[in-house]
């Protein structure tokens, strides 16, 4: 039982390039969700999903792009990365809400740096 | 709207005494609150939760928080601090309204001394 998984743990990019983060989670977990965390400020969520097929925008969803085409993986995708977008990455996952269980499970991170 | 405030940035302790990691939240409901903890270049790991049961909850490696609503406050406290605790502590609320979505506090770094 792995959790949580990112793939990469790793990445630097030229401005204007493109890549995606790739999330997996085993736990058949509905709720899916992706942050960022930049020093000083927390994590701040980009982008959630409430099930396969779904997807809804969080609190910084500008220049970034999410996909839930299977219910274990959620995409992140970045068109054109920015200076701006370097950052720490994590994927949470969560049951649903109605089993009375909220707290969300994250994965180690990936480290975007954008130059 | 739900926010949580960690009253500080950073905390310094001597093994063995005891932690206090403040943290205040607004509510205009009973909120669900969580404290997670980021040791260094790792993901974020669930210390303890408060979901309206008991008022004192316990959590992992010796940690426990006091919901008291009429502080607004969800302190985090340990008898006595351990070199392995030092990391970054996150509190943690529920947002109201769907997603299942938590809003962060901004962090406190835990720093423990010989």
């Known amino acids: 039982n792995a959790g949580v998984t990112q793939t990469p743990k790793f990445r630097v990019l030229k401005t204007g390039q493109s890549m995606t983060l790739l999330c997996a989670q085993d736990m058949n977990h509905e709720y899916m969700y992706w942050y960022r965390q930049d020093p000083g400020m927390g994590l701040r969520l980009i982008h959630y999903?409430?099930?396969?097929?779904?997807?809804a925008k969080g609190e910084v969803p500008d220049g970034y792009n999410v996909s839930r085409l299977k219910k274990q993986n959620f995409l992140l995708g970045l068109e054109s990365a920015a200076p701006s977008q370097t950052s720490v990455y994590f994927c949470a996952s969560s049951r649903h809400p109605t089993e009375r269980i909220y707290e969300q499970y994250f994965g180690p991170g990936t480290r975007l740096t954008v130059t | 709207a739900q926010s949580v405030t960690q009253l500080d940035s950073h905390v310094s302790v001597s093994e063995g005494t005891p932690v206090l990691l403040r943290c205040n939240y607004s509510?205009?409901?009973?909120?669900?609150l969580f404290w997670y903890v980021q040791h260094p270049n790792k993901g974020l790991q669930l210390l303890l939760k408060?979901?309206?049961?008991?008022?004192l909850v316990k959590g992992i490696n010796g940690f426990e928080a006091e919901f008291k609503k009429s502080e607004t406050s969800f302190h985090l406290t340990k008898p006595s601090a351990h070199m392995s605790d030092a990391a970054e502590y996150f509190c943690v609320v529920r947002l109201t309204g769907g997603g299942n979505k938590l809003t962060f506090g901004t962090g406190t770094q835990l720093k423990v001394e010989l």
């Open positions: 999903s409430v099930g396969e097929g779904t997807t």
């Open positions: 509510s205009s409901y009973s909120p669900s």
């Open positions: 408060y979901t309206s049961a008991a008022t």
